[in-house]
């Protein structure tokens, strides 16, 4: 009976949906288990061979939890909001939930003929209305609460009221924007309505605020910082400019330390809490206060060596610095303006990486010294970011690099006594002679009493204070798209208001373009009926818009992240529709025992998660504060580029013809030169000027005035076979420049270049899993992606590799079958068998248990090569074998298992329990050696004493047959090893 992978496998995937094999129950006597992949985006190009790969490993550890006896969830859904869909609307006019609902469908036939043991009822889908009204839940809960340092946790917004109905503000003590005025209990109840819910949104954890934003003119949207790759879209490479806009704001800053906190209770890879450390970016310091000469303004400067106050001799502000526009002078005005309109087309993180450029221009104010009294000029340069600190650094060219720099370069006088001179060495004091900063303060104990020596004297004389500062802003949470989470907010005399929970979900509308209006307006602005009325409390006509009864919704929608912050909560009751998850399914579940996913969302996702969660927990919704005991990050899976070699000719610099250079290029075809002509440019450039005289293109004269160009373009690597040879026909049916190419072969074949890359659409490298299940079938494209190398590790895919593993399983399936017979023995297994398996049972749990998944598949070929070598068909052996390697390869061994007669699946199975005593030697196969050479082997028990052995090895008719008669000089045993027979 031959291995039919196809039919099995589809057999198989039948049987698990048909019985909902792996449906997790909310209530079980047994220990739980979460498993969790970050759910895919559903692109319309479907999964390449790098997608599963973390899929795999999880599906694996999954299912060896179901086998060790414990109740596992491990379910899958999609994030299926996204600018990649709203695109793709934009340029066809399909609606993105038409070409969302296609391409889901093609990633679950893609992630079900794989074998993922997924329990699909559990299914989310973020632009599914029933999801996305608790995405809409959860920002209104933010909207209704603020953030109380003194609890340090989350409260509803009506106990702040309270407090001010009572007290006023000035006892509160809580996260909130910086520019709060001070108000008596008296003053907020003389406040109106709209002066109070100003305020409060001053406090709330959602809030209204213009923010400084990467603005994106040809997406028409507001872009995070993680959507800009080298200053433009990573969606389309658009140009990305800076620019203030209105915008909702989640206060992310609030929860700073809580998140630092959090990253040493779970255990996740250090590498990726380095990264969230660093971009939370938690430093100690001082606020110090510069008044501005002529103006009712002061710059407030965050600081952490306010003990070198006195080096500082000019100011820089970020361009956007809301004091520019008010201070400048006429004289400098034009100047400052053309520099942040430069500025503006710089991403911030383009700025913080560029440490060479030095640029900027002066205000023409002045900023007075809070010690000395003297003015400092006032400058705005792009290496101060608005939205770092306070926008503005008190520059002290003698203590930091780029500071003097920047002073040297626009030659802004420096203090003599600081010229040349490290301030480490330098001791200064005020007019009074108090020490500010000393050389012997600047390390250890010493520098902290300089610090706090500093903030005495800034906080005495009323211009600072000491303070800890964190770089993590807060989070812009407004997009301007059409495919997203609807706020479910309207304005009434432009304030914002929530709309009552019980109404929700507010569902998007259809519009008939899905750009932006022609005012500018978000998409959303394109909608005809897209208004509130708050007493049917519907969604109604624009035209019955009277700001009475009926008021404008919110036109932006919320980001990508928002619904892929809780999503994992919701798996734990995703029919619930009264409540997120019920109290009994979260204290059950209490959050994930081990996710995984790529280190590209350490900054975006799961911070973002940790922040949502510690939230929730402070409002009593969720049991736990952080989402994921433990994480992984799993590797990339590389793809293998080609790459085809064109010919571009220019002619030489200070050349002349009489016929014109566009004459000659013009004769010149398209030409391709195979890879293996050439090893270098020079070389290359020999070989097209050889081919353009051989075919008379061009004569002497003109090839030697030709200076030839390599330029290397991928190749779609499905035009070319192992040997690395393309199929020129269809490389050439490919594009229509391609046409009429001409290619410069190798006796008749041209051969492309390889390099390996990431595994991308546009660099037409990837490998589409479809074509590997087809061929080799799941099985062996699970095994052949743990067997690549670790689990975290970058490697690249090569698909004739896979040949191994399928060899693998065609060999694992003839232990079974004696012809086309199964046949499996009831013979009790020998002692060599039982070493065999539990050497493999021991191997495999200490690789699952430690994500060693590759060095498992070794184990398991050792295995079957050995079992296949002592011809082991035994129950007692091979029944056991085929649940350890069910996690890897579930398809062949549910298949085998029915055949033994088993009727459950094979995933209800106890893993087998490993035996040592199965590995301990109790005897030794000895060499029995004649004069040094071996002869023969010999097995005799390992208690034997030395005399016993000796004895034992002479009586035995293979050494009688080697003496013939005679009688050795010497016996040498060494017990455990040799014995060898001398002369």
């Not at 400092?376 to 060219?397: E, H, K, N, R």
């Not at 373009?513 to 909608?527: F, Q, R, S």
């Not at 005799?940 to 008669?965: F, N």
Request: with cysteine.
């Amino acid at each position: 009976m031959q291995y039919n992978h196809q039919e099995i496998e589809k057999n198989w995937q039948k049987y698990w949906a048909e019985n909902q094999t792996f449906r997790a129950s909310n209530s079980s006597d047994l220990p739980k288990y979460y498993v969790l992949d970050m759910f895919p985006y559903p692109s319309g190009a479907g999964l390449h061979v790098g997608h599963p790969l973390g899929y795999i490993a999880s599906d694996i550890y999954a299912r060896y939890k179901r086998h060790k006896g414990f109740n596992v969830l491990h379910p899958q859904g999609y994030d299926s909001f996204g600018l990649p869909a709203e695109q793709y609307a934009i340029q066809t006019g399909q609606h993105p939930a038409k070409t969302t609902e296609e391409n889901i469908k093609t990633y679950r036939r893609q992630l079900d003929q794989i074998g993922f043991s997924f329990d699909w009822s559990r299914e989310v889908r973020t632009s599914n209305p029933e999801y996305y009204k608790w995405t809409q839940w959860i920002f209104i809960q933010l909207f209704n609460s603020w953030y109380n340092k003194d609890t340090d946790k989350a409260e509803d917004i009506s106990t702040l009221i309270s407090v001010f109905e009572k007290d006023g503000n000035a006892t509160v003590n809580a996260v909130c924007d910086d520019e709060v005025i001070s108000f008596t209990a008296e003053d907020w109840s003389g406040f109106t309505t709209t002066q109070k819910e100003e305020i409060l949104l001053q406090y709330r954890l959602t809030f209204l605020s213009d923010t400084e934003v990467n603005w994106c003119p040809a997406l028409g949207t507001v872009l995070a910082n993680d959507e800009i790759v080298n200053g433009v879209s990573e969606r389309g490479g658009h140009p990305v400019v800076r620019k203030k806009m209105t915008q909702w704001s989640m206060r992310i800053s609030a929860y700073a330390q809580r998140l630092l906190d959090g990253l040493n209770t779970i255990d996740w890879p250090q590498p990726l809490k380095d990264s969230q450390t660093n971009w939370i970016g938690r430093s100690q310091g001082a606020m110090v206060s510069f008044k501005v000469d002529g103006f009712d303004a002061k710059i407030d400067v965050f600081t952490t060596r306010p003990d070198t106050i006195f080096g500082v001799s000019f100011m820089t502000l970020a361009p956007e610095h809301e004091l520019v526009a008010q201070i400048v002078t006429d004289e400098q005005k034009d100047k400052v303006n053309a520099y942040i309109e430069a500025t503006a087309k710089r991403s911030e993180r383009d700025r913080m990486a560029d440490v060479k450029t030095i640029s900027g221009a002066f205000t023409g104010a002045y900023a007075i010294h809070p010690f000395s009294g003297e003015k400092v000029q006032i400058w705005i340069g792009d290496y101060v970011l608005a939205s770092y600190g306070t926008g503005a650094v008190m520059a002290v060219p003698c203590g930091d690099q780029r500071d003097y720099d920047f002073a040297k370069h626009f030659d802004i006088p420096i203090p003599n006594i600081f010229e040349g001179v490290d301030i480490s060495e330098a001791a200064h004091a005020d007019k009074e002679g108090t020490v500010i900063a000393n050389s012997d303060f600047l390390s250890g104990l010493k520098y902290k009493k300089a610090l706090k020596l500093a903030i005495y004297e800034m906080e005495k004389r009323g211009f600072g204070y000491g303070k800890i500062n964190y770089r993590l802003r807060d989070a812009v949470f407004s997009r301007q798209r059409y495919w997203g989470e609807p706020f479910p907010v309207y304005y009434k005399e432009g304030m914002p208001q929530m709309i009552d929970a019980k109404h929700l979900p507010i569902v998007l509308p259809k519009v008939e373009k899905y750009l932006p209006t022609e005012d500018g307006k978000p998409p959303l602005g394109n909608a005809d009926v897209w208004a509130w009325n708050s007493e049917t409390n519907k969604i109604v006509s624009n035209d019955l818009i009277d700001n009475e009864t009926v008021f404008p919704l919110e036109l932006n929608t919320m980001p990508g992240w928002a619904g892929s912050s809780y999503y994992f909560n919701r798996y734990m009751d995703p029919q619930n529709d009264t409540e997120i998850a019920s109290k009994e399914n979260l204290d059950y579940w209490q959050n994930i025992d081990l996710y995984i996913g790529g280190s590209e969302h350490a900054t975006g996702h799961l911070l973002y998660a940790r922040f949502w969660q510690k939230f929730l927990f402070d409002k009593g919704v969720l049991p736990v504060d952080e989402f994921a005991k433990k994480l992984i990050n799993q590797g990339m899976i590389l793809g293998t580029s080609a790459f085809v070699y064109k010919a571009d000719a220019f002619v030489k610099s200070g050349c002349s013809l009489s016929s014109s250079f566009d004459d000659i290029k013009a004769k010149i075809p398209l030409l391709f030169v195979s890879k293996d002509l050439f090893a270098n440019d020079d070389e290359f450039e020999n070989v097209v000027i050889e081919y353009l005289l051989d075919n008379k293109i061009v004569n002497q004269q003109e090839s030697e005035l030709l200076t030839i160009i390599k330029s290397g373009i991928h190749s779609d690597v499905s035009f070319v076979n192992a040997s690395d040879e393309l199929d020129i026909e269809a490389f050439k049916n490919w594009r229509a420049e391609y046409k009429n190419a001409e290619f410069i072969l190798n006796e008749g074949v041209y051969k492309v270049g390889r390099e390996v890359e990431k595994m991308s659409k546009s660099k037409y490298n990837v490998v589409n899993p479809d074509d590997i299940v087809e061929e080799y079938g799941a099985d062996a494209l699970r095994l052949f992606e743990m067997f690549l190398g670790p689990l975290e590790q970058t490697k690249p895919w090569k698909t004739s590799g896979i040949s191994g593993v399928s060899s693998f399983l065609k060999k694992l399936w003839k232990l079974y079958f004696n012809g086309d017979q199964f046949e499996v023995s009831e013979e009790k297994a020998t002692k060599d068998d039982l070493k065999t398996l539990h050497k493999t049972i021991k191997k495999v749990e200490e690789d699952i248990e430690n994500f060693s998944f590759n060095t498992s598949v070794s184990t398991f070929m050792i295995a079957v090569n050995e079992l296949t070598a002592l011809k082991c068909n035994k129950r007692e052996i091979l029944e056991p074998l085929l649940v350890l390697l069910s996690p890897y390869a579930p398809h062949i061994t549910e298949e085998l298992w029915s055949l033994l007669g088993d009727n459950e699946s094979i995933s209800t199975a106890p893993f087998p329990l490993f035996e040592p005593k199965h590995l301990v030697e109790s005897a030794k196969n000895y060499p029995i050696s004649f004069n040094g050479k071996m002869r023969f082997t010999l097995e005799l028990p390992l208690d034997l004493s030395k005399e016993e052995i000796e004895k034992t090895v002479m009586a035995h008719e293979k050494t009688q047959a080697h003496l013939q008669g005679r009688t050795p000089k010497k016996v040498i045993v060494v017990p455990g090893k040799i014995v060898n027979i001398v002369g």
